[in-house]
């Protein structure tokens, strides 16, 4: 779940940062993702707005989500049998994506938006697909990387 965080970090949606993280059986990380926009498509060129006057002007026509994005830029032959943690519960269509893609298990750790109706229908193919899903309690409450605290020259390859 830490990675998921972690690469939330790299989304510019200024309004909610969302990551996900594909591990196969053996906990090897196959899949990173964050949302953002499509490849080819500048960050700074396309609209990050919720509520504009147009349906074109809103990130919601453009932005790829987290779990998208950890499936198809998975580093592995494909994602069958493997478990997704995200930051947020997926919607409607990321549940499509993670269903078809062959992931066995979804672990998020916020569910707030699950009185919306897009939430309330990913549990329900969830469940239909036969897809384990589960809130992840952390049990730390912060982890932190100081760059401070590490020794680089202990880092570098030895001359």
Known sequence: MA????????????????????????????????NGMPIGCDDDE??????????????YMYVCHAEMNAIVNKNSADVKDCVIYVGLFPCNECAKI????GITE?????????????YIASKRMFEAAGIKYW??????????INFKDIDWESMSPSK
């Open 3 to 34: 990675t998921a965080i972690l690469a939330s970090k790299r989304s510019k949606d200024p309004s909610l940062q969302v990551g996900a993280c594909v591990v196969n059986r053996d906990n090897k990380i196959v899949g990173i993702g964050y």
């Open 46 to 59: 396309f609209p990050w707005g919720k509520n504009t006057p147009s349906p074109l002007d809103s990130k």
């Open 98 to 101: 993670i269903i078809q893609s």
């Open 106 to 118: 979804v672990v998020y750790l916020s569910d707030k938006k699950k009185h919306k109706a897009a």
């Open 135 to 144: 809130q992840y309690k952390p049990k730390n409450d912060k982890i932190i």
